[in-house]
């Protein structure tokens, strides 16, 4: 069966950066876009990025544009999220989704908890 597995998240002052990695398995991984929702506290999902089947085609939230980069390593079935100039605003579950869009739909992992706060 589909089992996303996210790993990287922390606790990083605002400014700071981390690497968000998604270890996917039980599917043609190469066959799917990928994608990346967040949860804060308290909200719902909200959509963050998505990736085509390959490094060519990226899409992102306005409120991370700029700032964090999505790619994927399709040897090794992992999905992966840069995020750079962190803010308190981006403190959230980050998931990985299997397939592309704009949309949070989807079965989810566990997720890896990131907080920026100093």
């Known amino acids: 069966q589909v089992q996303l597995v996210e790993s990287g998240g922390g606790l990083v002052q605002p400014g700071g950066s981390l690497r968000l990695s998604c270890q996917a398995s039980g599917f043609a991984f190469t066959n799917y876009g990928m994608r990346w929702v967040r949860q804060a506290p308290g909200k719902g999902l909200e959509w963050v990025s998505g990736i085509g089947q390959n490094n060519l085609s990226t899409s992102y939230a306005d409120s991370v544009k700029g700032r964090f980069t999505v790619s994927r390593d399709n040897s090794k079935n992992q999905l992966y999220l840069q995020m750079n100039s962190l803010k308190p605003e981006d403190t959230a579950v980050y998931y990985c989704?299997?397939?592309?869009?704009?949309?949070?739909?989807?079965?989810r992992g566990q997720g890896t908890q990131v907080t920026v706060s100093s």
């Open positions: 989704l299997k397939g592309g869009g704009d949309t949070v739909a989807g079965s």
